[in-house]
């Protein structure tokens, strides 16, 4: 089944790519949560326009991605969390998070899906978290959670 990627999907494509898979990973993973679209000769033109929201998106070239992760490394983000009085977080830190803090921060905009959090942050103090910046670029990114 030839299907045409509607948000990035590692180890297989980008936005706007055409990939061919097994008919049933298709038709009951990807189709419905929305990562893929059927490939017909009518879709055909909506790979440009995809391709075109993701060239804005996207770092232009590498020395761009360079200068990107200097900056998201010299920040230190704080980010407020609700805490009990044993500074454990009432839930976790999550991705929207964290790009809220790095915006609030003066950092540049992250997408969220570019952001890698190993273990899920359930705790106050430092925390990093990896972010992908590039294909060939990853920038790690200090966190400072501290109880609002």
Known sequence: MKLILTQEVSSLGAPGDVVEVKDGYGRNYFMPRG???RWTKGTEKQIDSIKKARSVRDVRDLGHADEIK???EALTVRVPAQAGSTGRLFGAVTVADIVAAVKAAGGPDI???RIQVDQPIKAIGPHEVQVKVHDEVQARLSLDV???
């Open 35 to 37: 990562f893929a679209i």
């Open 70 to 72: 200097s900056q998201l």
């Open 111 to 113: 997408d969220k899906r």
């Open 146 to 148: 501290f109880p609002s």
